[in-house]
């Protein structure tokens, strides 16, 4: 494998949580000695040269948590969870366990704030954090790269929240944030679904067609109303909504929902509450007031109806993974990929927020 016990990797790190600026510093990986003296990933462990990496939200959310004694801790705060790769080293415990074997394209995602970031030119996934810390699968064959690299953590959010609900045989659902990369995801689960039988999304009327497409039944245009909040309330006049999925966050319909939704129905969040400002969000500011009594509320039952923060765990809905995309029930949806020089840019691109779909970096061409 290599002959050094340190293989260096370079990876962008915030500055200071002051600013959006990175810088790209060095993050040399251990190796382990081999019996035949060259170096390379433990038994547990799975040494994998990463192709491409995504952006979440998350990773700017992370930025006002960065200082001094938080990198000396963590390492320095890196960037992406996402990936795709080919593994290059794997231990004999970890290749049993994981069926994966040098050479294989993979794909997955980190765990959001205990492992480690994605956006560099190599990571060593130790067996010692799986699966907490990390997922990881073979590439859906009919999947590029960069379309790999782009799903692993908001198609796990969306499997997520869909495990929140509780579907009778004839299921309302309103989702909002549709037309976001875990929006799109949640749609498409929801038409696998026979039991989803009224899907309404709210997204924006340029996202209407693509919603509509992935299995969304009606569309409120949230963009061509004064009042989100009465467009919902008209959708209940015969029957109230079983299941609420927020994927982006609406502080109007968080304060309306006992309105909208039928008793000991369930109100699903990945956003916390309130749309966020991506460039002056941060990972507290997130959380309003309202939205943290609601859920306090309803975990001691004084509420009723059922409030769920969804946190995701890597990996979550793996199992299907293969399946759904190589079959076409579920499509990725890439906006732009950024090669890894260009990193500044992509990360500024998606503080702007005007993204539809995931913001991918080349780090290595496929």
């Known amino acids: ?164 609900a509780v579907f009778n045989e004839s299921t309302k659902v309103l989702v909002n944030g549709a037309s976001t990369s875990v929006g799109k995801y949640l749609i498409s689960l929801l038409k696998l679904d026979p039991r989803a039988t009224e899907v309404v999304a709210i997204c924006s009327g340029r996202s209407a067609p693509l919603i509509k497409e992935l299995g969304a039944h009606k569309i409120i245009d949230y963009t061509q109303t004064n009042s989100i909040v009465n467009e919902v309330l008209d959708e209940c006049k015969d029957r109230l909504f079983d299941v609420y999925f927020d994927c982006r966050g609406n502080d109007k319909l968080l304060y309306h929902v006992t309105f909208f939704l039928k008793e000991d129905g369930v109100y699903a969040s990945c956003g916390g509450g309130k749309k966020l400002d991506l460039a002056n969000a941060s990972l507290m500011g997130m959380f309003t007031f309202p939205f943290l009594k609601k859920v306090l509320l309803s975990a001691v039952g004084l509420l009723k109806i059922k409030i769920v923060y969804c946190v995701v765990k890597p990996g979550l809905g793996y ?48």
């Open 1 to 164: 494998m290599f002959n050094s016990p340190i293989l260096e990797s370079t990876s962008p790190v915030y500055q200071n949580y002051k600013t959006t600026q990175l810088e790209l510093i060095p993050k040399p990986i251990n190796l382990t000695k081999k019996l035949d003296g060259t170096y390379g990933a433990g038994q547990d462990d799975v040494l994998v040269k990463i192709h491409y990496a995504s952006f979440n939200p998350i990773d700017i959310l992370l930025k006002g948590i960065v200082s001094p004694w938080v990198n000396y801790l963590r390492g320095n705060f890196g960037l992406c969870n996402d990936y795709s790769g080919v593994v290059v080293d794997i231990g004999d415990k970890a290749a049993e366990k994981l069926g994966l074997r040098i050479g294989d394209e993979v794909c997955g995602q980190t765990s959001q704030t205990a492992y480690t970031n994605t956006l560099t030119e190599y990571v060593m996934f130790e067996g010692s954090h799986y699966p907490k810390g990390w997922g990881m699968l073979k590439k859906p064959e009919n999947l590029t790269m960069a379309e790999a690299g782009s799903f692993g953590m908001v198609y796990s959010t969306a499997v997520l929240l869909k495990k929140t």
């Open 319 to 366: 199992e299907d993974v293969k399946e759904y995309f190589e079959s076409g029930k579920i499509k990725p949806h890439i906006d732009t990929v950024f090669s890894f020089d260009d990193y500044q840019k992509a990360y500024e691109y998606l503080v702007e927020g005007k993204n539809n779909g995931k913001i991918v970096v080349e780090i290595v061409k496929s």
